[in-house]
């Protein structure tokens, strides 16, 4: 299992920007990566995923055209670019892990398929 952390958390305005990045001491290129939410009171979210190609993301319906995955693979990070934030999207958000994995366009959206999880952090929009 991987160790994941994830950063780029804050207060941001509604419409305004942010961008999170989650990482690993080991290689993230092998494993299919999702990033999850949870606000309080509320059931856990998956709102992104991308597969070990990079070639293929799927995004829930509430960010669609608003957030965008990328892997950046020099720096062993999986981004997620944030933008037109709502208060809606309050919420702490976790980057998930599959388990070892060949380079595919596959990619998951359920959270079972999710063998690693990283400690979140906290992403607040309020003017």
């Known amino acids: 299992q991987l160790q994941l952390v994830e950063s780029g958390g804050g207060l941001a305005q509604p419409g305004g920007s942010l961008r999170l990045s989650c990482t690993s001491r080991?290689?993230?290129?092998?494993?299919?990566i999702g990033w999850f939410r949870q606000a309080p009171g509320k059931e856990r979210e998956g709102v992104s995923f991308?597969?070990?190609?990079?070639?293929?993301?799927r995004y829930a319906d509430s960010v669609e055209g608003r957030l965008t995955i990328s892997r950046d693979t020099a720096k062993n990070t999986v981004d997620l670019q944030m933008d037109s934030l709502k208060p809606d999207d309050t919420a702490v958000y976790y980057c998930?892990?599959?388990?070892?994995?060949?380079?595919?366009?596959?990619?998951?959206?359920?959270?079972?398929?999710?063998?690693?999880w990283g400690q979140g952090t906290q992403v607040t929009v309020s003017s």
């Open positions: 998930a892990s599959s388990g070892p994995l060949g380079i595919s366009d596959f990619v998951t959206m359920r959270a079972e398929d999710y063998s690693s």
């Open positions: 080991e290689s993230l290129e092998y494993h299919v």
């Open positions: 991308i597969s070990t190609s990079g070639g293929r993301t």
